[in-house]
């Protein structure tokens, strides 16, 4: 349950964000305030009372968390966010519709030059606030447990493995029977990144039999293409035989099962301890404030414990170019989602940052201008 901040503390952290916008003589922050501040000083209420924002499905309920303690800590602030998917999100963004995107791909090659136009001839960033686990909900009457791998989820979503008593997954299920069930794959119709991710796993996961690539587009070419992750829920539970991904958070709250993974010695559970495990082996793609991930280390692990099939959601951002009231805006709902609301994320099927993840991200926002 995410929690409530007395009325004292509200009145003194709004009455911090008032001093902070007006540009008052005394500019230091009350004890109750001094809970915005990160290891980069960032501190304030300040700009519009609404930001706008598009994009990822798989964040929708972690931006409703952030949203609920941006509003405790700065009263009146929110964020208007429409969960549309990460390929329409970057392309409101792009066009200057929205004051930033969430995605779970980060800005590709030929994305960078319009966004930078977008930001005034300022470079945008990829600011990872939320990481998600995926689950692989599926339809079969009578099996409560149900052990997958990369191998599999390769040749059932590209059509290789048709029927659910297939000998492989039999042998990975220690040997029980499964129904002679048609298997019917469901993917994200709409440019998902949650398609990226998975896609992104199987090549790393399985790269002999997932040869078809990667990107928001699914490319498997069989079954059942749906919109958006409500959509996945309802077409699997409507659809004896199916599987598909979606975000734990959402599988959660539809109460349907979803598989083990075996990544090599033995089968892991979806829980947010073995999501936390894997995400030890995030890397980060290269120096700088633009935080792109090396996801690869995550999909591909062997440890023990570690569920591999992991997301993460970025927020793209100008790194300048913004008008003041926005950019005061972003960088205090930044700064609250980082330092505040990463603990109130595994409730809604969410994993907090990182440390080594979060002291960047947290150096990238005091880094904006």
Known sequence: MIRALGAAALATTTTA???????????????????????????????KNVLT???????????AVFNQIWGQYCPGKSVAYNPTGSGAGLEEFIAGHVDFAGTDSPLVSGQIRPAAK???????????LVFGPVALVYNLRGVHTLIVN???LAKIFSGAITKWNDPTLAALNGGGALPATKITPIYRSDSSGTTDSLQKYLVAAAPRSWTRGVGTEFQGGTGEGVLKSA????????????????????????????AQIDTGDGPVALTNDTAHTAMDAVEFAAEGNDLVLAMNPIYATRQPGAYPLVLATYQVVCSKGYTLETFNAIKSFLSVAVNNGQ????????????DKVKARVVTAIGAMQ
């Not at 977008?118 to 990872?128: H, L, S, Y």
């Not at 603990?343 to 990182?354: E, F």
């Open 17 to 47: 964000g008032v001093l902070t916008a007006c540009g008052s003589d005394d500019n230091r922050p009350s004890a109750s305030a001094a809970a915005l501040l990160g290891p980069a000083g960032i501190l304030g209420c300040g700009g």
């Open 343 to 354: 603990n109130d994320l595994s409730s809604a099927g969410y994993v907090p940052l990182p």
């Open 231 to 258: 959509g996945v829920i309802q077409a699997v539970r409507a659809t004896p035989g199916a599987i598909g991904y979606v975000e734990k958070g959402f599988a959660d709250q539809a109460g349907v099962p979803f």
């Open 150 to 152: 990369g191998d599999v």
């Open 118 to 128: 977008r930001c005034n001839g300022n470079p945008a960033w990829d600011v990872p």
């Open 53 to 63: 924002a598009e994009g990822s499905t798989a964040e929708q309920n972690a931006i």
